[in-house]
C-alpha cells in the first residue's frame, strides 16, 4: 500500500456546523464542499481561521485538506472546519497533539444561540414594562 493513498480523518463542530475533515500528504492544497477554501469562504480572515492549526504545527505546504461541511453560516463552519483539521492532525501524528492541544484547536467550543423564548420578542430582550 502507498503512503500517497493514505487518509487521516477528524470531525469538528462549531454553533449548529459540522465538518468532516480528510488530511493527505501532498502540496498544501485545501478544497471545501469541492471548491478552493479562498473560493468557498471569499473571507481573508476565515480562511486565516481554517488554516491555524496547519501553521501552529508547521504543515501548510505538505498537507492536502478535503473538507465537507454542512450546516449554519460561514463563521460557524470555518471553526468546525478548524476542530476537524486539528483532530485529523492528532490522528495522523499523535505528536501534534499537545502543541494543538496548547492552542485550544482540540477543544470544542460548545457555545450556541440561546433560544427565543416564547411572549418576548428574543431570547433575552424583553417587552417595555409599564407600571400603570
Known sequence: MSTESVKWYGTGRRKSSVARVWISQGSGQMQVN??????YF??????MK?????EVVELSD??????TTL???L???????RHGLARALVAYNPELRTALKRAGFLTR????VERKKYGQPGARKRFQFSKR
Do not use: K, T
Open 50 to 54: 481554517m488554516r491555524q492549526p496547519l
Open 42 to 47: 471569499r473571507r481573508e480572515s476565515l480562511c
Open 109 to 112: 467550543d460548545a457555545r450556541v
Open 62 to 67: 505538505e498537507i492536502d485538506v478535503f473538507v
Open 75 to 81: 463563521s460557524g463552519q470555518a471553526g468546525a472546519i
Open 71 to 73: 450546516g449554519g453560516g
Open 34 to 39: 469541492r471548491r478552493d477554501s479562498g473560493e
